[in-house]
C-alpha cells in the first residue's frame, strides 16, 4: 500500500509526541542539534508511512527515533576520538514544572539527564545506550525495547544489566538539593569572581575535579584538573585574564540542576554547573565550546 500524505491530524499527533521524542533522542546523543536532527528525520519518516496500518503512533515514533539515534550516534562516536580536549554534554535548559507534575518522575526526568549520568553514558555502546534510557528514563518494558532494536527480550535484559551496572558504578554521587546548589553556586560565583583564593578552597572538596569542553574553539582546559588547589589557582587566573571581557551572569535551570549562564554582548559564552557532595563542590563542568551553547539563548 502506498504511503499516506501528511494531513493535519498525522502532524497533530507527531507535535503531541515530539517532546518524548526529543527527550530520547537527547539522552542517546547529548546533543540538542542532533536530536533535533534525529526528531526531523523521524517526522519525513512517519509522514511518508502508511500510518493506517500504525496501531500505536507512540510506539512507532519512539522506535523509529532510537533506531535513527543509534546509527548517528555510531557515527558520533567516531567523530569524537578526535575532538579536542574533554567532550561534555551540550547543556539543555530544562523546566518540567507543571507537564511533569508528579515530583518522583520529575526526580527521574532530572536525574536521567544530569551531566553526570550523561558524561557516564558516553562510555556505553550505542545499544546499551538506548536500553538503558528507554528502560531507565521512560520506563518502557523490555519487550518494548526488545521491539524497538530488533533483538530478543534475553538479550536486552541481558544489556539492560551491563548498562545499569556500568553507570552506577561509575557516576558521581552528588546531592540533589536545588538550594543547596544553588547557594553554592552564588558562593563560587563570587569567590571566582573576586579572585578570591581562600574562599574558593572553602567551597572546594580536597579531589575537586574541574572538566572543560571548548572543542579546540575557545579558551578551557585541555585536561581534566584534578585537587582543590590547581583547581582554585586555575580559577582565580582565568578570572583575571577575562575580567575585561564584562560577563553578564544568569542563573538556570540546566539538564535539571541549577547552573550558571555567562553571557558577553548578549551571546553565551560559557556555562558552569557544579556536582556538591557534603556541602562541598566535588565536580565543576564548564563548556565554552560556542557550537554547544546556541540552545542557551
Known amino acids: 500500500m502506498a504511503a499516506e500524505t501528511p494531513t493535519d491530524d498525522s502532524l497533530h499527533t507527531f507535535e503531541e509526541h515530539r517532546p518524548v521524542l526529543m527527550g530520547v533522542a537527547y539522552r542517546m546523543l547529548g ?6 536532527d534525529v526528531v526531523q528525520d523521524a517526522w519525513l519518516r512517519w509522514s511518508r508511512a502508511d500510518r493506517s496500518e500504525v496501531r500505536e503512533p507512540r510506539g512507532y515514533l519512539v522506535r523509529v527515533t532510537t533506531r535513527l539515534a543509534v546509527d548517528r550516534l555510531r557515527e558520533a562516536q567516531a567523530r569524537r576520538e578526535s575532538y ?8 539543555l535548559v530544562t523546566d518540567f514544572g507543571p507537564t511533569v507534575p508528579d515530583t518522583a518522575e520529575q526526580a527521574v526526568l532530572a536525574d536521567s539527564v544530569s551531566f553526570a549520568v550523561l558524561v557516564v553514558l558516553e562510555s556505553l555502546s ?15 518494558p523490555f519487550a518494548e525495547i526488545a521491539a524497538v532494536l530488533e533483538r530478543g527480550e534475553s538479550a536486552v535484559r541481558q544489556l539492560a544489566a551491563r548498562a ?9 554521587r552528588f546531592d540533589v538539593d536545588p538550594a543547596q546548589q544553588r547557594d553554592l553556586t552564588e558562593r563560587f560565583l563570587a569567590a571566582a569572581a573576586g579572585g578570591d583564593l581562600d574562599g574558593l578552597m572553602a567551597l572546594l572538596a580536597p579531589d575537586v575535579r574541574l572538566v572543560g569542553d571548548s572543542g579546540g574553539k575557545s579558551k578551557a582546559p585541555l585536561r581534566v584538573i584534578d585537587s582543590a ?7 582565580r587566573g582565568a578570572a583575571t585574564k577575562d575580567a575585561h571581557l564584562g560577563f553578564e551572569f544568569r542563573f538556570a535551570e540546566v539538564n ?3 547552573a550558571l549562564l555567562a553571557f558577553v554582548d ?10 556538591v557532595s557534603g556541602g562541598r563542590i566535588q565536580h565543576i563542568y564548564i563548556v565554552r565550546n560556542p557550537d554547544k551553547l546556541q540552545a542557551l539563548l
Do not use: I, M, S
Open 126 to 140: 550505542p545499544l546499551e545506550r538506548a536500553v538503558f534510557v528507554l528502560r531507565e528514563a521512560f520506563g518502557l
Open 164 to 172: 545499569r551496572k556500568h553507570v552506577e558504578e561509575r557516576r558521581p
Open 256 to 258: 535539571g540542576a541549577p
Open 266 to 275: 548578549g551571546k553565551p559564552d560559557a556555562f558552569f554547573q557544579l556536582g
Open 31 to 36: 546533543r540538542v542539534a542532533d536530536a533535533e
Open 229 to 235: 588547589d590547581k583547581v582554585g589557582r586555575f580559577l
Open 84 to 91: 579536542v580536549g574533554p567532550w561534555l554534554p551540550e547543556p
